[in-house]
Nanobody, 126 residues
Framework: QVQLVESGGGLVQAGGSLRLSCAAS????????MGWFRQAPGKEREFVAT????????YYADSVKGRFTISRDNAKNTVYLQMNSLKPEDTAVYYC???????????????????WGQGTQVTVSS
């Protein structure tokens, strides 16, 4: 299994931007589909975005489509989430996830996930 460590969270005003990073340990990062999920206080964890092993397929929740971009750098064992036009309803703890030989759509319903990061807080003020 890979170990995942997120970074890049913080406090930002509505309309602003943040970029989250998730660094993975191990030498098999390119064999993992990767994803971002989030959990707001009192709510269940929800899917945000997933990306395929090579990065060629990306899948987004409707709520973030057009504002967020997921990408990966397999040479750096890192996946990113660029978040633009942030809204107060984007406030949550954001988690990185990995699925060995997983698919982007299966990950979106949390199937096949092998590892989770510890989460990073994103707070958007109005």
């Amino acid at each position: 299994q890979v170990q995942l460590v997120e970074s890049g969270g913080g406090l930002v005003q509505a309309g602003g931007s943040l970029r989250l990073s998730c660094a993975a340990s191990g030498r098999t990062f390119s064999r993992y589909a990767m994803g971002w999920f989030r959990q707001a206080p009192g709510k269940e964890r929800e899917f945000v975005a997933t990306i395929s092993l090579s990065g060629g397929i990306r899948y987004y929740a409707d709520s973030v489509k057009g504002r967020f971009t997921i990408s990966r750098d397999n040479a750096k064992n890192t996946v990113y989430l660029q978040m633009n036009s942030l809204k107060p309803e984007d406030t949550a703890v954001y988690y990185c996830a990995a699925a060995f030989d997983g698919s982007t759509q299966a990950m979106a319903i949390m199937r096949g996930i092998n590892s989770w990061g510890q989460g990073t807080q994103v707070t958007v003020s109005s």
